[in-house]
């Protein structure tokens, strides 16, 4: 049963990956470009977690856990550039 | 041992004047001169075997594969060579210390000297014909530097250049010769070359071989036509003229001829080459020589025209000649060293060298006056002076030696170079010092301190004691020199009185000759200069500036300063390499089953291929373009994580995020549009070099895939041993700690200056000058937001914080069994500082910083070196590591490794890299006027002096 909920939510997010590459191309503004990056990074998360559910391993959930710890900071840094042009200040 | 370090010795004492200048001058003659009579010394020591016939070695194996040794070896020729080169070194930097001027930097010139003389003495002591030719080429470049050691001079700059030019491509000729000769005689040994002459004249390779090691002599003995680069060094300091243009340099060629007299002499190509050379030399040069006016000019070319004599003589191939030639060798050393120290002493106190200009030196500088005389009168063979001794020598054997079957040829011209050597000997005396007292000299003369003529002095009463007694004072140098070069025992018979032979009557019609033609100086001098003459400079920059202009064209075209156009270059070069291999090759393709495709990873690499095509598409807009590259980090980062290799998932994710912080750091201040600089058809063309270059690739590994490896992996090895001969399960960490933990340490010690070099080139920046007033100015363009430091992103990084630093330390811990380590751990921890330099401001973080990051990167290579040398105390290589396990109470067993300690020096060296390089770039922000905030949670108030620039 977990196979098919696994195949089901892998589908779901490698669409929601495509979708968030058409904003990222399309954009109009560059603030939606960042932001679309942003979730694309979240939705990798979840695969990352989806597929160390599926191989059983424990490996792949400390790469999520990098990534959540630190993948807002670009996002952060492209917005802080946006807004203030400096990102250290 | 001891003959290596005679040679090695001169080039050990080389840095000593230059440290030593820093206590006066004296001292660092002093220190210069003692290594030189510390050489002489030891050389010395071995006279008395060398003379009674022993031929002392010392070998030391260096590359034994390529047949090159460190083999020395001590015969008479040698001897007689080592002592001449150290013997006169000693007297010149006595003279020199007098010579240079106090704006002349002396330590810069004795080193220079001592790394000649280390060349010079290790070409005559040395045993292998490959170590020989380093030795050589080490002569072209350190003379080089002597030549030019007045930097400030055109032409010196231009003497030292067409002198390097010139020997330099006689060297690269030579070395063919002597790779020749070393494989006809199967060896590079000379001790077996000289064993093998039969072999070597009969072989066919005789001639081609002969051929290039006399254009390597005679470029360097500056003989005929290759003797125009003489003169031009002349603009080098006297002392270096007196030494490498009397005693040393230009005699090297004279020492490789009489070195391989035994194995090359003795045929008609030797004989025609050689003596015809010598011979032309000797009557041009010394023709030249009695129409300059400038002392070193005359002496140059006299000195050439004396080298040809020694050649003619090596070239008759006879005992006779060869006895001759060395003894001449030894003389021509003393008066024209003595003569060029003389010339530097004129020049020196009259400040001219002009002969137009001088005259009646006689009363003013009489001690220079009696040594230049009894000099002069020995290089123009006047009896009983050496000079005529080994002259009468030469004519004797000239006497009887026919060329091409013509007996008359030979005495003929020789006794004409012999005239014009008298008459350009005498007119260095008639013109330099006899005559009226002038009143129009350019510096009132007087003779020298005692110093600077004690040099000249001990080589004249030298040259007067051959001259009076020559068998006892140097008959028995040219015994062992001229039995060493012979290859058998020599006795040579000196002596003033052979009767009435034609040699004498030779000399005779010379020095009558001579004096007739110094007396019709006058007019000769005025037909010499109404005769076109070939000057040697426009000839040689003739020949010499195409070539430089093809080289410039060449570099220039492939080297324009352009990123795009090396990388066209280097891809087009590769993707030619790939093709032709392929081509030319046969192939098949691979017979392993490609893997079932998800979904996911599809979508995944269409990401990529979407990123990078809008990413071309768009790269003017350069922050746009940032964000194409994020979109592609990504896909890399999950590509490693998907594919197996988590180490370097979690490195490129944070490496991503540094990447894009450090980029928009510098974008702040960068244009924010790439303007568009290239054409339709270049763009064109780049596409499809890369385009190219991308399918090769992708073809390359595609082939690659499909195949099980043609050779065993690597890999199995370290899967094997990690655990066993590392201590730790993660083979990647193994890897880099431990078995190639020697490379992780070179990476980290890069990785720590590539720091620096940031830190160092921001700082070039800041300090006033162009960049710093731009800075200064610089102003932001478009309207900010107020929000200096969100308070969210305060509170959320301040909570990250311990958060991330227990990841780190987690990580670095765990590393050496599972994904981790010290590169990770520093990264992770560097991230989470850098968080803080975002969200809470560079003043405020910094004023919370306690440890410098210049430090961390230090301490960060001092323990990673510290731990590789601990392994030395247990008896061990380099970075060996060792490891075990401990217990203690409250916890399971555990491992603790040596590589730990390592691991520590590369955790702090990536933090201090990583954080130097970040902090130093957004330095430059606060420079440009950007004010530093003191209390976080600050917003920009109109009016409060900080948003409204």
């Known amino acids: 049963m977990i196979g098919y909920a696994l195949t089901y939510a892998l589908g779901c997010f490698g669409i929601a990956l495509a979708c968030n590459l058409w904003r990222v191309l399309r954009g109009p503004t560059i603030a939606d470009r960042i932001l679309a990056l942003d979730t694309m990074v979240i939705n990798m998360i979840a695969l990352i977690v989806l597929y160390g559910i599926r191989q059983g391993g424990p490996l792949n959930f400390e790469a999520a856990l990098l990534f959540a710890m630190t993948g807002f900071v670009s996002t952060v840094a492209y917005a802080k550039f946006l807004l203030r042009g400096n990102i250290i200040e | ?949």
């Open chain 2, 1 to 949: 041992m001891s003959l290596a370090l005679i040679a090695a010795l001169p080039f050990l004492g080389a840095l000593l004047p230059g440290l030593l200048i820093r206590s006066g001058r004296n001292a660092c003659a002093l220190a210069t001169g003692t290594v030189t009579a510390l050489a002489l010394l030891m050389l010395g020591l071995h006279a008395p075997a060398v003379l009674s016939g022993e031929v002392i070695h010392t070998r030391i194996e260096w590359m034994p594969a390529l047949g090159l040794n460190a083999n020395f070896f001590l015969d008479g020729l040698g001897l007689l060579f080592a002592g001449l080169i150290l013997g006169i070194g000693l007297l010149i930097i006595l003279y020199a210390r007098f010579y240079l001027s106090s704006r002349d930097p002396m330590g810069q010139f004795y080193t220079y000297l001592l790394l000649f003389q280390g060349a010079m003495v290790g070409i005559v002591l040395s045993d292998n014909i490959l170590l020989l030719l380093v030795f050589w080429e080490l002569t072209s470049l350190s003379s080089f530097l002597l030549i030019g050691y007045w930097k400030h001079l055109p032409e010196g700059r231009q003497g030292a250049r067409m002198a390097l030019a010139v020997t330099g491509t006689g060297g690269l000729a030579m070395i063919a010769g002597m790779l020749i000769l070393g494989q006809i005689a199967g060896s590079y040994d000379l001790s077996v070359i000289l064993q093998s002459r039969e072999a070597i004249q009969a072989s066919d390779w005789y001639l081609p071989a002969l051929v290039l090691i006399l254009l390597g002599c005679f470029t360097k003995s500056a003989q005929f036509p290759f003797h125009f680069w003489l003169p031009h060094a002349m603009a080098a300091p006297t002392p270096v003229s007196a030494y490498l243009h009397s005693a040393t340099m230009v005699k090297a060629g004279l020492f490789l001829m009489a070195r391989m007299w035994p194995v090359l002499a003795g045929t008609p190509e030797w004989f025609y080459l050689v003596a015809t050379t010598g011979l032309v030399t000797m009557v041009v040069a010394a023709k030249i020589a009695l129409f300059k006016d400038d002392l070193k000019a005359l002496l140059a070319f006299s000195t050439v025209s004396h080298l040809g004599l020694v050649t003619m003589l090596l070239g008759f191939g006879t005992k006779a000649a060869a006895i001759a030639a060395i003894f001449h060798i030894i003389n021509h050393a003393t008066f024209k060293a003595a003569l060029f120290m003389c010339a530097g002493i004129v020049d020196h106190e009259t400040h001219t060298r002009d002969l137009k200009r001088l005259g009646g030196l006689r009363r003013l500088m009489p001690v220079t006056f009696a040594l230049s005389t009894i000099a002069a009168l020995s290089m123009a063979g006047v009896p009983p002076l050496n000079g005529f001794l080994s002259k009468e020598m030469m004519l004797e054997e000239v006497a009887h030696t026919a060329w091409a079957g013509q007996v008359w040829l030979m005495p003929a011209f020789a006794t004409l170079g012999a005239l014009f050597s008298v008459a350009y000997s005498l007119r260095f005396i008639a013109h330099g010092f006899l005559g009226p007292v002038r009143k129009d000299y350019p510096s009132k003369p007087h003779d020298p301190p005692f110093g600077m003529w004690a040099a000249p002095a001990v080589l004249v009463l030298l040259l007067v004691a051959i001259g009076l007694a020559p068998m006892p004072v140097a008959g028995w140098l040219v015994d062992a020199a001229a039995g060493a070069t012979t290859g058998g025992l020599v006795h040579a018979h000196i002596s003033h009185w052979h009767g009435l032979t034609p040699a004498l009557w030779m000399s005779v019609a010379a020095i009558g000759g001579g004096l007739i033609l110094l007396s019709a100086h006058r007019p000769l001098m005025r037909a010499w200069l109404a005769t076109p003459r070939p000057e040697a400079k426009r000839l040689f920059d003739g020949v010499l500036e195409p070539l430089a202009t093809a080289a410039r064209g060449v570099t220039q075209g492939l080297h324009d300063g352009a990123l795009s156009r090396y990388f066209a270059i280097a891809t087009v070069a590769v993707v030619t390499a790939g093709a032709a291999a392929f081509l030319t090759g046969s192939h098949q393709g691979g017979t392993r089953a490609p893997t079932p495709v998800d979904l996911v990873p599809v979508v995944g690499w269409f990401l990529l291929i979407a990123a990078t095509v809008a990413l071309v598409l768009r790269h003017h807009d350069r922050f746009l373009s940032l964000v194409f590259v994020g979109v592609v980090g990504l896909i890399v980062s999950m590509g490693f994580a998907y594919l197996s290799a988590p180490d370097l998932a979690l490195t490129q994710i944070l490496v991503e995020v540094a990447t894009v912080i450090l980029l928009l750091l510098a974008l702040n201040f960068l244009p924010k549009r790439t303007p568009a600089e290239t054409g339709l058809a270049r763009r064109l063309r780049d596409g499809a070099i890369a385009c190219a270059a991308g399918l090769g690739s992708g073809g390359l590994i595609y082939l690659l895939m499909t195949r099980n490896a043609a050779f065993p992996s690597i890999a199995d090895y370290h899967l094997a041993n990690a655990k066993t001969g590392g201590g730790g399960t993660n083979v990647v960490n193994v890897i880099l700690v431990d078995f190639r933990g020697f490379d992780t340490f070179g990476e980290i010690t890069v990785l720590g200056i590539a720091a620096l070099v940031i830190f160092a080139l921001t700082e070039t920046v800041l300090r006033a000058g162009p960049a710093n007033d731009r800075l200064l100015g610089w102003s932001q363009r478009h309207r900010q937001a107020g929000d200096r430091h969100p308070l969210m992103f305060v509170v959320a990084t301040r909570m990250v914080l311990p958060i991330a630093l227990m990841v780190g330390i987690y990580i670095f811990l765990r590393g050496h069994n599972l994904p981790g380590g010290g590169f990770i751990a520093g990264l992770v921890v560097a991230v989470a500082a850098l968080m803080q330099y975002m969200a809470s401001g560079f003043g405020w973080t910094s004023a919370r910083k306690r440890v410098e990051y210049h430090a961390l990167i230090a301490v960060g290579v001092l323990i990673a070196a510290a731990a590789g040398v601990g392994s030395w105390f247990a008896g061990r290589p380099f970075l060996t590591s060792a490891y075990g396990y401990v217990t203690l109470p409250p916890l399971e067993k555990f491992e603790l490794a040596t590589a730990m300690v390592f691991d520590i020096g590369v955790f702090l060296t990536v933090l201090g890299a990583v954080m130097l390089a970040l902090a130093s770039i957004s330095r430059i922000a606060v420079r440009a006027g950007e004010r530093v905030s003191a209390t976080p949670y600050d917003v920009d108030l109109p009016g409060d002096g900080y948003g409204d620039r």
